[in-house]
């Protein structure tokens, strides 16, 4: 961890008569760039958000922002009621959740950045304590928090969010490393700290075992795709073989557009949770075959479902009939048909290839599918898909 200390300058910090060019300057480099983002905002940054938007670009850079500004609504994104609201642990979580969420609509391969800001500034009525704020930026290796304390009565309230904005705009461009920022003019008598973490893939894998972090993306293959939507095979691919590769080849064809992603749970709903020598192991087999793998903390589909919203999951017959399966939901028909319909509203598909079941080969068209939910499944043909290979059998065969 280290700590800088922001360079002042003495006096009043004034809005300067040139600055808007110089922020459109940093925002289009800031879009220009690969960076996509999700900012969860509060108390102050406001305009930050305005100057990203109205430069022209904002669509592929700003994949969401949100503005929790009661106490309430903060709680509820935090899952909690902080002891303070603008403090570094709230500003930290906040960042992190931000970064989770731009994992799960980014597109794979995107600089993904999430931001966090709390701030406590000059308001209506006079503040006792002190006008301050917090800002993070959180990235696969990187954790950056400012924290800066404001002289009071120094500012109106469009100053201090305006410098807070400045910051804000700073922690995303520092990130880019393609743009120059103007100078954060402080007074002598303010206080700003800067303390950066720096994660190793080690670290990030344990944090995603310990459900800090939701997924984790390793982007083998180069290919440049137009959509952020995705066509997923999940799996333990323990080892991956040909048919894993073929049926996800198959599946993709459906939608050119989409990023074709490999997808491994490290945590085992009947089963202790991967280990990172384990994990590092199966992401080795991604890495040799240019395919894009996302590690998960979510055994579930449904869960799988609100990590990757608008994707198409490739799944076998097995897992399709396991997923109609009413023993799976508590025994009741009803919370299947309950859940699946969840999954239709975040506009998910099902596609599904055949497989030999009980001796025989299953495909879509054998499954007891729910009228109701036939829409979200679509059968892969057998024509254009069949290979009767499992890792299982590859696993016995070589001893492993």
Request: net charge neutral; proline share 5%.
């Amino acid at each position: 961890m280290s700590n800088k200390k922001f360079p002042r300058r003495g006096g009043r910090a004034r809005l300067d008569p040139m600055l808007d060019a110089r922020i459109r300057s940093v925002v289009e480099a800031i879009h220009a760039s690969p960076t996509q983002a999700v900012l969860y905002l509060t108390g102050g940054a406001s305009q930050a958000l305005g100057w990203m938007l109205s430069v022209p670009g904002a669509s592929d850079t700003v994949l969401e922002a949100l503005v929790p500004y009661s106490k309430y609504s903060l709680s509820q994104l935090l899952g909690k009621v902080p002891e303070r609201f603008a403090s570094q642990e709230v500003v930290e979580k906040m960042s992190t959740l931000a970064y989770d969420r731009a994992l799960k609509l980014s597109r794979p391969g995107r600089l993904v950045v999430g931001v966090g800001f709390s701030g406590s500034l000059a308001s209506v009525s006079p503040k006792k304590g002190r006008h301050r704020f917090v800002l993070a930026t959180r990235t696969s290796n990187r954790l950056w928090v400012s924290n800066v304390t404001l002289c009071k009565g120094l500012r109106s309230r469009e100053e201090e969010d305006a410098l807070s904005s400045m910051f804000l705009l700073k922690g995303i461009a520092d990130i880019t490393h393609n743009c120059v920022m103007p100078d954060l003019e402080l007074a002598e008598t303010d206080d700003a700290q800067e303390t950066e973490k720096l994660f190793d893939e080690d670290q990030e894998l344990q944090q995603l075992i310990d459900g800090e972090i939701c997924m984790k993306v390793y982007s083998f293959d180069s290919r440049k795709y137009t959509s952020d939507q995705k066509v997923i095979l999940s799996g333990s691919f323990n080892p991956l073989h040909e048919g894993h590769l073929k049926l996800l080849e198959v599946a993709s064809s459906l939608y050119v557009d989409r990023a074709p992603c490999f997808e491994i749970s490290v945590i085992n709903a009947d089963k202790p949770p991967l280990s990172v020598a384990q994990i590092k192991e199966r992401v080795d087999q991604f890495r040799t075959a240019g395919k894009t793998l996302i590690l998960t903390s979510q055994p579930y589909f449904y869960k799988k479902v609100e990590l990757f919203p608008g994707s198409a999951f490739v799944i076998g017959a097995d897992t399709a009939e396991r997923l109609i399966h009413p023993k799976y939901y508590g025994g009741s028909y009803e919370a299947m048909k309950e859940i699946l319909n969840g999954c239709r509203s975040s506009f998910c598909t099902f596609l599904v290839g055949g497989r030999k079941l009980d001796g025989s080969f299953k495909v879509l068209e054998d499954l007891p599918i729910p009228e109701e939910l036939t829409d979200m499944f679509l059968s892969i043909p057998e024509e254009r898909f069949r290979m009767d290979i499992s890792s299982t059998e590859i696993r016995r065969n070589t001893g492993i």
